[in-house]
């Protein structure tokens, strides 16, 4: 395995997070929202970097592990550990791709009002006392992606689950226009799996060099 890892061209780290952009400029031309759970959110966005990680901060700590048949797997397994805790302490979330928050504010208001009669906001919060957590809106209008968040030192996990499932719901049904951005997701998005493909095509096409010692005897043959 280890020599698998070593041989992976510079070019070919480019590949998953190239799939990545792909997939959510393919979100952001739909013409519905997406939305997605944040622990999902979290795991899709670390393993688009997996391939970056692999040839910058694990390639340079390798030599120190030596050459131990467990030094990549046990690398790769921290990594995904650090994943994992990142989005473990992060606060529940839901990321809706596609969508502002002037067109999820009514859809948050609809569901609020309909878990808890006693809903109230304040700016871009909203309160859900009788369900026992807050969620705030917290959105970026360039990409067209919010995220709302849970909130508060109380937290009911079942009132979260029913209020994402019907967040969920309700977005699928709602009718939105392209991002303009998407195009350009997408087509940076193929540019790095093209680079990944070109490279991996040049390491597999390129014949291996001789070995330094067969070199030298060609170029100095011995006289008698």
């Given at each position: 395995m280890n020599?698998?890892?070593?041989?992976v061209p510079l070019g070919a780290a480019f590949l998953p997070l190239g799939v990545y952009l792909v997939v959510l400029g393919w979100v952001?031309?739909?013409?519905?929202?997406?939305?997605?759970?944040?622990?999902?959110?979290?795991?899709l966005l670390g393993t688009s970097l997996l391939g970056l990680v692999i040839v910058g901060p694990i390639a340079l700590v390798r030599p120190v592990a030596g050459s131990s048949a467990w030094?990549?797997?046990?690398?790769?397994?921290v990594f995904a550990l650090v994943v994992t805790l990142c989005v473990l302490v992060a606060r529940p979330r839901l990321v809706v791709y596609n969508i502002s928050i002037e067109q999820i504010r009514p859809i948050v208001a609809e569901v609020a009002g309909g878990l808890d009669s006693r809903a109230r906001?304040?700016?871009?919060?909203?309160?859900?006392?009788?369900?026992?957590?807050?969620?705030?809106?917290d959105g970026d209008g360039i990409l067209r992606t919010v995220s709302l968040i849970g909130i508060g030192r109380r937290s009911s996990h079942e009132g979260w689950s029913e209020f994402?499932?019907?967040?969920?719901?309700?977005?699928r049904r709602l009718p939105v226009g392209s991002s303009p951005w998407g195009g350009v997701v997408v087509g940076i998005g193929v540019l790095l799996v093209a680079v990944a493909a070109w490279s991996v095509a040049a390491?597999?096409?390129t014949p291996p060099r001789p070995p330094a010692s067969f070199e030298g005897r060609a170029q100095f043959p011995r006289s008698e």
């Open positions: 020599a698998l890892f070593d041989a952001h031309l739909r013409r519905r929202p997406l939305a997605i759970p944040g622990v999902w959110d979290g795991i030094s990549w797997p046990i690398m790769l397994l906001w304040a700016g871009e919060t909203v309160a859900l006392p009788s369900r026992g957590f807050q969620v705030h809106l994402s499932r019907r967040i969920r719901q309700a977005t390491t597999l096409l």
